[in-house]
């Protein structure tokens, strides 16, 4: 049975073809600095939103029509494992990304849920092996039972923190027999509503504990992906621990696991915490922690996380140029946390959505190529910074002066002159880049 009937599979037919079901600008094996496009993007699609997304919000009622319903949840699961993957195929795309409660029906008992996720990974299996698609990444759904109530690491339950620690050795169980390249941790209710009642010393310990658990499970069980922490601001605790980049990383570092965690991003999420896309990316990369990325865009006039499929061309221009300067983003990739439109409820827009995103990140690609190649940025930033090539700038880097012999430099030289930014040039000789 054919779920996606509509097309035999997507191609590349450039950027003047009026098929909707083809690609106007991801060519995957076009050579960029060096390399195909489909090394530089590694794109993945998220069982979540692709399979299990209904279309209801707070206000409505499910609206997208899906051919795979069977006659029992086990039955529902099979089936939705049959329709990713001829969407995969059809889409060539090469990875994917999964939460435990997404594949498999939760049943009666943990126990049960571990035997349903078996059986399903059982047939994950397969048709990775039929196919040659690769898992990026898989998690544990820590969040949304309401035994998560109070958190999952963080909760003030000890009996919940060891359902949780269940949840992760069984996700790493399952990254070891998929060989899953990296493993992630969303901490959606690991957060406080109020400092009244909440030790948050004692919960972000905890967390610690759990991710340390994890770390020397995979290395018992010689399975050791690359971990990853994906801030999550505003989801749905207003004080989220990993509300950022910058905060996830001082809890790194406060609990010595730099050496194994990176940062998943997500660009919704970069929103929601008040910054631009490309700023958690490079902070990331200050860090020498930017590990993979969720591809979507928020929607700046709305307070939630709508999880839109990317078509800024600029916004992915801006990714991109920082995936480039990170060197790649291997072993991590562009997983398309994305969701379609209530409106667009059709099956054959969950082809539509993809291909819409591919494209949008393969001109972000293409444009940012062209900024490294030319040097636009560091021609700039070299002459910004070009004080501290020589003189007393250039003692300032190499730690040649102190408090006292800059201060007698600066009482000979307290006459100041600053050179403009000429900001707005600079953005309007960007978007030259972009079309």
């Excluded at 939630?304 to 990317?310: I, K, V, Y």
């Excluded at 003692?395 to 900001?423: C, F, G, P, W």
Aim: proline residues 4%.
């Amino acid at each position: 049975m054919s779920y996606f009937p509509m097309i035999k599979e997507v191609k590349y037919e450039g950027p003047r073809t009026e098929n909707p079901f083809a690609y106007r600008h991801y060519d995957p094996e076009q050579e960029i600095l060096g390399k195909p496009m489909k090394e530089h993007l590694r794109f993945a699609a998220a069982y979540w939103h692709t399979m299990m997304q209904d279309g209801s919000d707070p206000f409505g009622n499910p609206v997208n029509i899906r051919s795979w319903e069977g006659e029992n949840p086990l039955e529902t699961a099979k089936n939705r494992v049959e329709a990713f993957f001829e969407l995969l195929e059809k889409l060539h795309i090469e990875y994917f990304c999964f939460q435990d409660v997404d594949i498999a029906p939760a049943g009666d008992s943990l126990e049960e849920f571990f035997q349903n996720i078996d059986t399903i990974t059982d047939l994950i299996k397969e048709k990775m092996e039929q196919t040659g698609i690769k898992l990026l990444w898989n998690t544990a759904n820590l969040f949304s039972h309401p035994r998560f109530v109070h958190g999952a690491a963080s909760s003030s339950n000890a009996e919940v923190f060891a359902y949780a620690a269940a949840q992760v050795k069984k996700g790493l169980d399952v990254s070891k027999k998929l060989n899953g390249k990296n493993y992630v941790f969303w901490g959606g209710r690991e957060g406080y509503e109020s400092l009244l009642n909440t030790d948050m010393r004692f919960e972000q310990d905890n967390i610690a504990r759990l991710f340390k658990m994890a770390v020397a499970y995979g290395e018992k069980i010689e399975h050791k992906p690359q971990f990853l922490i994906e801030p999550k601001p505003k989801e749905p605790s207003k004080h989220q621990y990993d509300f950022d980049a910058a905060t996830t990383m001082a809890f790194i570092q406060k609990y010595d696991l730099s050496g194994d965690f990176k940062l998943n991003l997500e660009a919704n999420h970069a929103t929601l915490a008040g910054h631009t896309f490309e700023h958690e990316l490079t902070v990331a990369r200050c860090y020498d922690a930017l590990g993979s990325i969720d591809a979507n865009q928020g929607d700046l006039l709305l307070g939630w996380d709508t999880d839109e499929f990317p078509t800024n061309i600029y916004d992915t221009t801006l990714a991109m140029y920082e995936i480039l300067k990170n060197g790649g983003i291997a072993p991590g990739g562009i997983n398309f946390d994305s969701k379609v439109r209530r409106s667009s409820f059709e099956m054959e827009d969950l082809l539509l959505a993809h291909i819409a995103g591919m494209d949008t990140f393969a001109r972000g690609l293409k444009a940012a190529a062209r900024l490294i190649e030319e040097e636009f940025f560091e021609t700039i930033k070299e002459k910004r910074y070009a004080s501290y090539k020589s003189g007393v700038g250039e003692r300032i880097v190499m730690d040649q002066e102190d408090l006292e012999t800059l201060t007698e430099y600066a009482l000979a030289h307290d006459q100041i002159k600053n050179e403009s930014s000429h900001l707005e040039w600079i953005k309007s000789r960007l978007n030259d880049y972009l079309v």
